[in-house]
C-alpha cells in the first residue's frame, strides 16, 4: 500500500456562525475538529464538501490572524452551495485545504496598497484588507475601492461602515444601480479612480478581484495611473474542482489556477490569453 | 538494461500459468475487428500482433470511474478513503502507452501525491511489446524517445519464433525469471534493435518535442483553429481515447436508501463544451476552436513544458476515433506551418 | 414528509411508465422515497396536488392541452418524462406532412370523425412550463433513479449535456463509422449508455441533440458515407432532430 493518504479526504469543520448576508450570500464561520487554525495565508481557497452533495472550491476571508476558526462567503449558486445554505450553526462539512497561492503581504512592507474589488471579490479580497489592517504600521497608505450592483449587494456592510469612518484608511464606494436610499457614489467601479489623490503608482500595489468582466476595465485603469503590471495583483476564478493540479478544470493555457493561482501577479499572466 | 529471450511457446505457457494461479492478467485481445485490454481468462485470447487498442491502458490505474471515499449522506465525520485494485501484470503495452504510463506517473505524483493512482500502479508489472503491425495513424518515434523505458519493465520484441526482451527494471527482471527466459545469445542486442526499427510509422511529426514546443509558441491566434474547428462535434472522442489525458469529473453518488453514498471521480475532456465552465454558466473556452487549441497545446506545449515529457505520444488513437477527420495532431501541425 | 409523486401519459406507448413498472426490486427503494399517488398503470389512486408529476407523452389534441395546463397548476416540480414528452418524439413526423393526408391514411373512411380530431405535435414544453428533463426512447431507469434521488435530496439533477460518443467511448465499443455504419452520436445527447451502439445500432438521437449540435459538421460526414440528401433526412427525422420537424 502507498504510504501517502488521500489527498482527497477532508477534515471536519462544525458550523459555528451562519447568516444571510444578502439574498444570495451566505456568511458562515466554520471550526475544525479539535479548535485546530486552517493555517492558510490571505487569498488561499479550500474545498468544501457535504456527503451525498459534492464538494465546491471556496475563498477564505478571514485573516489567518483569526485563531481557531475561518470564515466565509458562499454564494448560492449550484448543487453543492445550495446545500450548504440549507445548513445551520452545528452541522458540519468536510474541508480540503487550504489551496493555492496568496497574496504576498510580507513582500509589500513599506509599500502603499490599493484593493479593488467587486462584489463577492470582496470575499477573499477581506483576508487581505484584514491582515494589512492588523499589522498597518507594516504599510503606507490603504486604498479599499469596492463596487457592488446595488446596494442589496453589498457585502459585510458593518465593515464597510467601519473603515469608511476609520482615518487610516481611504475607502471608496459605488454602486452600478442607484437607489433612492443609496447618496453615494453611482457608477461602475471604474469611475472611483479619479477619486484617488496623490498616487504615487511607484511604490502601490494594487489587488484586484471581481467578476470576469471587472478585470479588463479596472486593469486599464490602473496602466493609465502608470501602475506596471508587476505591480498589479489579480486572483483569478476557475473551477478548482480537484483543487491538487490533477482534474484540469481550473487550467488557464499552461498554468492549473489551483496550484499556480488563483493569486497571480498579472506580469506573471499576461501572456496566458485565457486568464482575463 | 539486460537482453534475454524466450521462445513464443514458453510465453505462452507462462501467460497460462499466471493466468491459473489466480493473479489478475490482463493483455490484448480482440474485440470485434478492433483491439482492446482486457482480463485474461486463457492464454490464447492473449494478441500481441495488433495495430492499436480502442482505449489505452491507462483504464486500469485511473479507471473510467473510480470511487475515491466512502461516506453516510451528511456526515462529515464518516468519510473514508478507497483504493481500487488493478492487474498483477498487463501484457503488450505499445512504446507510446507506455510513456503515456511515465507521463501519468509523473503528474499524479509530482506536487500532491495522488495515493488512488500510486497505489494502483505499484501493484503492476508492465510487460511493453514493439508493434508488429503498422497502424496508418501512429507517430509514436517522433514523440516519445526514451519515455517508455520510464514506465516499463520489460519489453518484448517480436524475433519470429522467439521474443527478445529488454529488461528494464527490478520488476522486469523477476518477471523476465519467473517466465525462464534465457540470457541472450551474442548479438541478440542488435538482432533486437532491428526487429524494433522494422515497423515504421506511415505519418511523422514534422518536429522533435521540443521543437513542436516551440513552433506552436505564437500560434495561438493562427486562423487554422477555428477553420477546423468548423467540423468538430465538441464530442470528446479524441481526449476520451488519449493515453495522456487526466482530467476527471467529481460526483457524488448515494444508494437508493440516500443513508450512504461515494464520491467518484470519471474520465472527462477539456474538447467537450462545458468543461471550462464556472459559477454562473460563464465559460473561458466557449468557442470549439478555443477547446481544439488548448487540446495541441496541452499535448504539444504545456505538458512538454512543464514535465519535460511527451504530452502527446503519437499512438494515433485520436485520428482514428475523429468522426469528423479533423483530430490528427500532425494534419493539425501541418496546416499550422504552411 | 415524503414527496407526493404522479405519473399521467398523453399521446405516447406508455412504454416509459412500463420501464418504472418493471423496476422490480427497486421499485421498493423509489417507494419509501416517495409517496406514489397517481399511477395509472399501476395503481388507481388520485390526488388533488402533487409535489412531483413526471408527463409521458406529446400533446397533440387542443383538449390535452387543457388536461396538461391543469395537471401543471397543481404540480410543484414537471418533469418531461419520456422523448415523446422532451421533445415531441416519434410523434412530430406528422408535423412533415398535411394533418388532412395523415388523418385520411390513419383513420381512412372515418377521419372526419370528431373524436379523431389531431392538431400539429408539441413537446410538453410548448405547452407548459417543464422543470426537468428525462429523455430517451425509452427513458433510462438508472438515470430515473438518480432524478428521483436527487429530488429527494434537493439536489438539481444533473441531466446530460454531452454527446452520446462519450458514453460511447468510455464502454470502448467499436465506433459504427469504422465498421462501416452510421450513427448520430456525436450530436445526439447522452444518458442512455450508448445502449444502441453498444449492440451495433446507430444512434437516432432519441433523447434530442446537445445543446449546441454541429448538424453541418453530420450534414458533412453523413454524405461522405455515400448517404443520399433523403437518406440524410430520414437520419435526422426519426426523433425530430431535424430543424425542420422540431420546433
Redesign the interface.
Known amino acids: ?10 477534515q ?2 462544525t458550523i459555528t456562525k451562519a447568516n444571510m448576508m444578502t439574498k444570495v450570500d451566505r456568511y458562515f464561520e466554520f471550526e475544525l475538529e479539535g479548535g485546530k487554525d486552517l493555517g492558510h495565508k490571505p487569498g488561499q481557497f479550500a474545498e468544501i ?7 465546491a472550491p471556496i475563498s477564505i476571508s478571514s485573516s489567518p490572524n483569526l485563531k481557531g476558526k475561518f470564515e466565509m462567503v458562499i ?1 448560492n ?3 453543492v ?3 450548504l445554505h ?1 445548513l445551520s450553526v452545528g452541522s ?3 474541508v480540503r485545504g487550504p489551496y493555492g497561492t496568496h497574496f504576498p503581504m510580507e513582500k509589500l512592507k513599506g509599500r502603499d496598497l490599493v484593493f479593488v474589488s467587486g462584489g463577492i471579490g470582496l470575499v477573499p479580497m477581506r483576508s487581505a484588507i484584514h491582515y494589512a489592517l492588523e499589522n498597518r504600521k507594516d504599510y503606507g497608505r490603504i486604498m479599499i475601492l469596492f463596487g457592488a450592483r446595488d446596494i442589496t449587494q453589498r457585502l459585510f456592510v458593518d465593515e464597510l461602515a467601519a473603515w469608511s469612518k476609520q482615518s487610516d484608511i481611504e475607502f471608496l464606494e459605488t454602486v452600478d444601480v442607484g437607489n433612492p436610499d443609496w447618496k453615494g457614489n453611482v457608477g461602475v467601479i471604474t469611475t472611483l479612480f479619479s477619486k484617488i489623490k496623490d498616487f504615487h503608482a511607484a511604490n502601490t500595489t494594487a489587488f484586484v478581484v471581481g ?2 468582466v471587472m478585470y479588463k476595465f479596472v486593469i486599464v485603469e490602473l496602466f493609465k495611473m502608470d501602475m506596471s503590471k508587476s505591480n498589479i495583483i489579480v486572483s483569478l ?3 478548482m ?2 483543487g ?6 481550473c ?4 498554468v492549473y489556477v489551483c ?1 499556480e493561482g488563483p493569486v497571480f501577479a498579472l506580469d506573471a499572466i499576461s501572456e496566458l ?2 486568464a482575463i | 538494461m539486460d537482453f534475454m529471450q524466450i521462445s513464443k511457446k514458453d510465453f505462452q505457457k507462462f501467460v497460462e500459468n499466471l493466468i491459473q494461479s489466480k493473479e489478475e492478467v490482463v493483455g490484448v485481445v480482440k474485440k470485434g475487428k478492433h483491439f482492446a485490454y482486457d482480463i485474461l481468462e486463457k492464454s490464447e485470447q492473449l494478441c500481441l500482433d495488433y495495430t492499436e487498442t480502442i482505449l489505452p491502458p491507462k483504464k486500469y490505474f485511473l479507471p473510467v470511474e473510480e470511487t475515491l471515499l466512502k461516506y453516510k449522506t451528511g456526515v462529515a465525520s464518516s468519510y473514508e478513503a478507497t483504493y481500487g485494485k488493478s492487474p498483477k501484470v498487463i501484457i503488450g503495452i505499445h512504446p507510446g502507452d507506455m510513456a503515456a504510463i511515465a507521463l501519468l506517473d509523473k503528474s499524479f505524483s509530482e506536487g500532491e501525491k495522488d495515493s488512488h493512482y500510486l497505489n494502483k500502479r505499484a501493484n503492476s508489472t508492465l510487460i511493453g511489446i514493439y508493434p508488429t503491425q503498422s497502424f496508418p495513424h501512429r507517430f509514436s518515434n517522433s514523440m516519445i524517445e526514451k519515455d517508455a523505458y520510464k514506465a516499463a519493465d520489460c519489453f518484448l520484441v517480436d524475433l519470429g519464433n522467439d521474443y527478445g526482451i529488454e529488461v528494464v527494471t527490478e520488476k522486469g527482471k523477476k518477471i523476465a525469471s519467473a517466465m525462464k527466459a534465457v540470457a541472450g545469445e551474442k548479438g541478440l542486442n542488435e538482432k533486437i534493435a532491428q526487429a524494433k526499427a522494422k515497423i515504421k510509422d506511415e505519418v511523422s511529426m514534422p518536429f522533435s518535442r521540443r521543437e513542436l514546443s516551440e513552433f506552436l509558441h505564437n500560434k495561438e491566434t493562427h486562423a487554422e483553429w477555428k477553420k477546423r474547428a468548423e467540423k468538430c462535434f465538441s464530442c470528446g472522442s479524441c481526449v476520451l481515447v488519449c493515453p495522456t489525458c487526466y482530467c476527471f469529473d467529481v460526483k457524488d453518488t448515494v444508494a437508493l436508501s440516500l443513508q450512504e453514498g461515494e464520491r467518484k471521480r470519471m474520465w472527462d475532456g477539456c474538447m467537450l463544451e462545458k468543461f471550462a465552465n464556472v459559477a454562473g454558466n460563464h465559460n473561458f473556452r466557449k468557442l470549439a476552436g478555443d477547446r481544439l487549441k488548448h487540446r495541441i497545446f496541452r499535448k504539444g506545449k504545456y505538458i512538454i513544458d512543464k514535465f519535460g515529457m511527451a504530452g502527446c505520444v503519437g499512438c494515433g488513437r485520436c485520428s482514428q476515433a475523429c468522426v469528423a477527420n479533423i483530430a490528427s495532431p500532425v494534419d493539425i501541425v501541418q496546416e499550422l506551418k504552411k | 414528509m415524503k414527496p407526493k409523486v404522479a405519473f399521467f401519459d398523453f399521446a405516447c406507448c406508455e412504454g416509459c411508465q412500463l420501464q418504472i413498472a418493471n423496476l422490480e426490486e427497486e421499485i421498493l427503494g423509489v417507494v419509501a422515497l416517495v409517496d406514489l399517488v397517481e399511477f395509472r398503470e399501476v395503481l388507481t389512486g388520485h390526488a388533488p396536488e402533487y409535489d412531483i408529476t413526471f408527463i409521458e407523452g406529446s400533446i397533440t389534441r387542443p383538449e390535452d392541452e387543457e388536461r396538461l395546463k391543469d395537471i401543471r397548476k397543481r404540480s410543484k416540480i414537471l418533469i418531461a418524462f419520456g422523448a415523446c414528452a422532451t421533445t415531441g418524439g416519434v410523434n412530430k413526423i406528422k408535423n412533415l406532412r398535411n394533418l388532412e393526408t395523415v388523418r385520411k391514411e390513419v383513420y381512412q373512411d372515418d377521419w372526419n370523425k370528431p373524436h379523431l380530431n389531431t392538431a400539429p405535435t408539441k413537446a410538453v414544453d410548448e405547452v407548459v412550463k417543464v422543470d426537468y428533463y428525462l429523455h430517451g426512447c425509452p427513458i433510462n431507469r438508472n438515470e430515473f433513479l438518480s432524478v428521483v434521488k436527487d429530488l429527494a435530496m434537493g439536489k438539481v439533477p444533473r441531466i446530460p449535456d454531452y454527446p452520446v460518443c462519450v458514453e460511447c467511448k468510455l464502454r470502448e465499443n467499436e465506433c459504427l463509422y469504422d465498421l462501416g455504419k452510421t450513427c448520430l452520436g456525436p450530436i445526439a445527447r447522452a444518458g442512455c449508455a450508448a445502449i444502441c451502439p453498444s449492440n451495433k445500432s446507430g444512434c437516432e438521437a432519441c433523447r434530442g441533440t446537445v445543446p449546441n449540435p454541429n448538424k453541418n459538421a453530420m450534414h458533412e460526414v453523413l454524405a461522405k458515407r455515400n448517404l443520399t440528401v433523403e437518406a440524410i433526412i430520414q437520419e435526422f427525422t426519426m426523433f425530430a432532430v431535424n430543424p425542420e420537424v422540431s420546433k
Do not use: D, F
Open positions: 500500500m502507498y504510504p501517502e493518504k488521500s489527498i482527497y479526504l477532508p471536519v469543520a464538501s457535504i456527503p451525498g452533495i459534492g464538494e454564494r449558486v449550484g448543487v452551495t445550495n446545500a440549507n458540519t462539512v468536510g467578476p470576469p476564478e476557475r473551477h474542482k480537484c491538487v493540479g490533477k482534474c484540469g478544470h487550467q488557464i493555457n499552461r496550484q490569453r485565457e
